[in-house]
């Protein structure tokens, strides 16, 4: 039974950093791409970052390139999601999720399968 949950949300304020860890069991991190995504009150879901299984290839969307870093530890079948230089607009619910297609160019959110129940980012300003 596959099985992904989220830790390490929270309450901080603008320019803090939080780390965040999806733990996925029933699947290998070695073939399913990893991927981060968050969907804040009354907007859409946002793909904002991947790992390809390879370990090889990430993707991060435009708002959150040079402040968010993507890694994973395969033998702890983790993914961290390093957030730096939080702003408010940052706030939201953050999802992790494993799927089919993590590019440079893309992640898309309909390849994903397996999702997690999310871990709330709150940023105060």
């Known amino acids: 039974q596959v099985q992904v949950v989220e830790s390490g949300g929270g309450d901080v304020q603008a320019g803090g950093s939080l780390r965040l860890s999806c733990r996925a069991s029933?699947?290998?991190?070695?073939?399913?791409?990893m991927g981060w995504f968050r969907q804040a009150p009354g907007k859409d879901r946002e793909a904002i970052s991947c790992?390809?299984?390879?370990?090889?290839?990430?993707y991060y969307a435009d708002s959150v390139r040079g402040r968010f870093s993507i890694s994973r530890d395969t033998a702890k079948s983790t993914v961290y999601l390093q957030m730096n230089g939080l702003k408010p607009e940052d706030t939201a619910m953050y999802y992790c999720?494993?799927?089919?297609?993590?590019?440079?160019?893309?992640?898309?959110?309909?390849?994903?399968?397996?999702w997690g129940q999310g871990t709330q980012v709150t940023v105060s300003s």
């Open positions: 029933g699947l290998d991190l070695d073939v399913f791409n």
């Open positions: 790992i390809a299984f390879t370990g090889r290839t990430t």
């Open positions: 999720a494993a799927g089919a297609v993590c590019m440079t160019t893309g992640m898309p959110t309909s390849t994903y399968k397996y």
